[in-house]
T-cell receptor
Framework: GNSVTQMEGPVTLSEEAFLTINCTYT??????LFWYVQYPGEGLQLLLK?????DKGSNKGFEATYRKETTSFHLEKGSVQVSDSAVYFC??????????????FGTGTRLLVSP | DAGVTQSPTHLIKTRGQQVTLRCSPK?????VSWYQQALGQGPQFIFQ???????QRGNFPDRFSGHQFPNYSSELNVNALLLGDSALYLC??????????????FGPGTRLTVL
């Protein structure tokens, strides 16, 4: 079945450091890939997405490229801020046998950015 | 434009009790999906409702049931609560149940604690 594996956290960085959070996936067909962010006490917010191979999703300085050959969708940001501290989830959309889509999430990676 | 809303925000129950959680989708959306997020884990798909019917179900027992109303709002019911049911329950809404992926928008969640 479909699954997502992402690096364990927490990832601890100083402000303005470079961020990489690794994500690999296993899927049948051609899923869409997503990064969601969850701030403390809140629900999930879509950060970025890519719907086909070689697509690059980007938002708020974050970016990730859909790599079919390595089945990866690593999240990167050139210079993190304290306000980026949150839990980041990699996810894929898998089509169920009904034709409907559901999201399959990784376990999440907590990012802690210190001033 | 109101986003996805959920009620209540927090809930405390004891083992064996029953609970009902509620979700109102984003305006214009007709599909509601429910996810369970245990502490420190990624969300797990429970089921999805479209046109007032359950279209697909994840690996959850029959104690978990739901309903969708004509106005597209939805309820999640859990019977015979277990300690392991303690989690954040997330509702996500989207438009249409067809083969193309339609972005799911998440609510803030209901935090259920079972004592």
């Amino acid at each position: 079945g479909n699954s997502v594996t992402q690096m364990e956290g927490p990832v601890t960085l100083s402000e303005e450091a470079f961020l990489t959070i690794n994500c690999t996936y296993t899927a049948t067909g051609y899923p869409s890939l997503f990064w969601y962010v969850q701030y403390p006490g809140e629900g999930l917010q879509l950060l970025l997405k890519a719907t086909k191979a070689d697509d690059k999703g980007s938002n708020k300085g974050f970016e990730a490229t859909y790599r079919k050959e390595t089945t990866s969708f690593h999240l990167e940001k050139g210079s993190v801020q304290v306000s980026d501290s949150a839990v980041y989830f990699c996810a894929l959309s898998g089509r169920m046998n009904t034709g409907f889509q559901k999201l399959v999430f990784g376990t999440g990676t907590r990012l802690l950015v210190s001033p | 434009d109101a986003g996805v809303t959920q009620s209540p925000t927090h809930l405390i129950k004891t083992r064996g009790q029953q609970v009902t959680l509620r979700c109102s989708p984003k305006s214009g959306h007709d599909t509601v999906s429910w996810y369970q997020q245990a502490l420190g884990q990624g969300p797990q798909f429970i089921f999805q409702y479209y046109e007032e019917e359950e279209r697909q179900r994840g690996n959850f027992p029959d104690r978990f049931s739901g309903h969708q109303f004509p106005n597209y709002s939805s309820e999640l019911n859990v019977n015979a609560l277990l300690l392991g049911d303690s989690a954040l329950y997330l509702c996500a809404s989207s438009l249409g149940g067809g083969p193309s992926y339609n972005e799911q928008f998440f609510g803030p969640g209901t935090r259920l604690t079972v004592l």
